[in-house]
């Protein structure tokens, strides 16, 4: 541990490498080690470090302007930044909310959909139901809409009680039931759910196209967010898709939804939408929502001081038209099967991968300790953190998707390394996480 640091840390006490500069899918510490990027730092490096396009577009926007505010300016790149999403999203998704972090998104989500029946005439809606085992960020709204276990804990007596219904996660099914037989039982969860609460007091429906931190990238059955798109209509509730970690390419389609070709109301983006060059989130609304406030109040209760900042909507651009340039959606699917496959290979090598899912460059492991009875670990074995810590060990990062399950370890990480990753750099991340397991068996 440096004892002279003066910053806190995720675990106080241990001590983390410093990171010096990253170059394509390496990162680099003040000791000269390199570390393969294999999870893109949180799921958001996706092009990879030091991308030469994005400095000079960065560079480029510091000399004209940096700040300016969202009450007295627009800006060119806010502007340019807005159509671009307004391009790639589905079906009307044409307007987008500026914010800065991925729980800022699904926040204000939330705040829209709640503005949306008010300005309605209908204040009672206000409840937005989600699903046990999902992430939507850790601010009291956010985290009020999470069904995250471990990371609700300590604040649920500020938390609205709202995670109700079951997720759909087939590998232990909460049903006990298996595809296609279950006829999609978790989607009809949803559906009591409504009618237990009555539709009345509901706003929106939140989810995650891809389960990622509270599960390591656990992909719903066919059909299911069709039937989830259904229900809502039928009961009149929004559907908030929160892509924070899905979208802007990760799982070989511009975003996650897009592989059932379902078009939400609301839509939260984050992480890689920037890249993590610089800290830019958004909610995307649908024109009809808009047009409703428009012909309402005029204003969404919502935004923060550095919203549409001109700096942070350049650099975002720029990754964008990189990736567009680039091909680098069509990369992260042609990628991601030799990704799969290789994790499917090493789940042959080692009995203590459970399941290996996901999709395009976003796959996950889930580690148990009998494959047969998929008895989990318990808790204090640690197993999630053994294997990064010794991934790392091998210089490889992968990140942890542990301990949202009903407060048990619910052992899983994520793989997911930069778009740009070449074919002999997902090799070397199979074989790096190949002795990281065999240290750990
Ligand atoms: N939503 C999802 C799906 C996420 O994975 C995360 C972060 O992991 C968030 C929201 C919160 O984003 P942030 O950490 O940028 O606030």
Redo the contacts with the bound molecule.
């Keep these: 541990m440096n004892d002279k640091s003066h910053v806190i840390k995720p675990l106080l006490g241990n001590s983390y490498p410093t990171a010096a500069y990253g170059r394509g899918v390496y990162i680099y510490d003040t000791d000269g080690r390199a570390y393969l990027d294999g999870c893109s730092g949180?799921v958001t490096a996706n092009i990879g470090h030091g991308v030469q396009e994005i400095i000079q577009a960065m560079q480029a926007q510091a000399a004209r302007i940096s700040f300016t505010y969202r009450s007295q300016f627009t800006s060119e790149a806010a502007e340019a930044l807005g159509a671009k999403l307004a391009q790639w999203a589905p079906g009307d998704l044409d307007y987008a909310f500026f914010v800065n972090?991925?729980?800022e998104a699904?926040e204000t989500a939330l705040k829209i959909a709640l503005q949306y029946w008010q300005e309605q005439g209908r204040p009672e809606k206000r409840m937005v139901l989600s699903r046990w085992m999902s992430?939507?960020?850790?601010t009291l709204g956010a985290l009020s809409m999470s069904g995250h276990v471990l990371r609700r804990k300590r604040f649920v007596p500020l938390l609205e009680d709202w995670p109700v219904v079951e997720p759909p996660y087939c590998y232990r099914c909460p049903f006990g039931k298996a595809y296609p037989s279950c006829k999609l039982a978790c989607a009809d969860g949803l559906e009591a759910a409504l009618q237990r609460i009555g539709p009345d007091y509901v706003a929106a429906f939140i989810a995650?196209p891809i389960i990622?931190?509270s599960g390591g990238a656990v992909t719903p059955p066919p059909g299911y967010y069709e039937r989830i798109r259904e229900i809502c209509d039928r009961y009149e509730i929004l559907l908030i898709v929160?892509e924070?970690?899905t979208g802007n390419g990760r799982t070989g389609k511009a975003f996650g939804i897009d592989h059932w070709g379902v078009v939400p109301d609301l839509m939260?983006l984050?992480?890689g939408m920037s890249a993590g060059y610089t800290p830019i989130?958004a909610t995307l609304v649908s024109a009809r929502l808009i047009e409703v406030i428009q012909n309402g109040s005029r204003s969404i209760m919502a935004g923060h001081t550095f919203s549409a900042n001109p700096q942070s909507a350049a650099v975002a651009l720029a990754v964008m038209n990189y990736i567009e340039t680039n091909d680098l959606i069509a990369q992260a699917a042609e990628r991601g099967k030799q990704l799969h496959t290789g994790l499917k290979r090493l789940m042959q090598a080692h009995e203590l991968i459970g399941d290996v899912r996901g999709m395009g460059l976003l796959c996950g492991l889930e580690f148990v300790q009998d494959r047969i009875s998929k008895t989990p670990y318990p808790l204090q074995t640690c197993v999630t953190e053994r294997v990064i810590e010794a991934a790392k060990r091998h210089g490889l990062l992968v990140y942890s998707a542990a301990g949202a399950i009903n407060g048990q370890a619910g052992d899983s990480v994520i793989v997911a390394p930069p778009f740009t990753s070449t074919s002999d750099e997902i090799t070397l991340l199979l074989e790096r996480l190949d002795m990281a397991l065999a240290d750990v068996a």
Excluded: F, L, P
């Design positions: 949180a972090s991925g729980s699904t992430y939507h960020g850790i995650e990622g931190a929160d924070v970690m939260a984050g992480k989130a």
